[in-house]
């Protein structure tokens, strides 16, 4: 019974008004982007957006660690992947102006693909070595120009819900860059909507948890290395121990 309601739901009721929220969206997107930074657009299209879609799944957010966060800081963002519904505790509650760096596939989506490239996002073709360079490039280009940069280092969704090895990208950036990298850890969010389904769970509580950001060191390919595991321990210790209380 209590599938078949899980199930009703989410096909009868939250697909139906995502997908309106998302057209919406899209369209006040698209409406605002020539006349406002891109920024200012996602506070009045994207973060709403996000906000709404978690409404209607009847997901809470817990948000821990905001007091980590500088004012006027960028940062080289790392975060483990989880599930669909990780995008949009992130844009909602995330509290920092990003840019994603996603793969080009998701591009195609219709409405989301194009508001994407408008605000600046970053799609990036792993197949494709000289188009992922530059892809990489362009990221560099906004975090000069003040944005942070949020990447899943993990390169894709966990299917069992298990943080996976990490690749450098995010990490050489930073190192070159010399901007501080903040280790997010996602949890709850894999029993809300795991990957490779569509058996919504409405009712569950997302965590979001913000770890104090890390210097990043020299050059060196020893200091890069010590970077990723420093950032993937932070991001996995709470997935493992039990929760603070949230911080507001």
Known sequence: MVRL?????????????????????GLTCLLLIPFLPAEKVAKLSAIPWAKLCLLYSGVRVEVHGRHHLLPGQSYVIVANHLSQFDIFVLYGYLGVDFRWVMKHELRKIPVIGICC????????NRDNTEAAIASLNEARARLANGASVLFFPEGTR???GQLKP?????????????????????????????????????????????????????????????????????????????????SL
């Open 5 to 25: 309601f899980f199930f009703l739901y989410s096909w009868l009721i939250f697909v139906p008004l995502m997908v309106a929220t998302t057209v919406l969206a």
């Open 117 to 124: 490239e408008k605000l600046g996002h970053v799609f990036i």
């Open 158 to 160: 966990s299917h069992d």
């Open 166 to 246: 990490f690749k450098k990208g995010a990490f050489k950036m930073a190192q070159d860059l010399h901007i501080p990298v903040l280790p997010v850890t996602l949890s709850g969010t894999f029993d809300i909507l795991p990957a490779g389904t569509l058996r919504l769970h409405p009712g569950a509580t997302a965590r979001l948890i913000l770890h104090p950001p890390l210097t990043v060191p020299g050059h060196s390919d020893t200091e890069l290395q010590t970077l990723v595991r420093q950032s993937r321990a932070a991001i996995a210790t709470p997935l493992s121990d039990s929760c603070p209380q949230p």
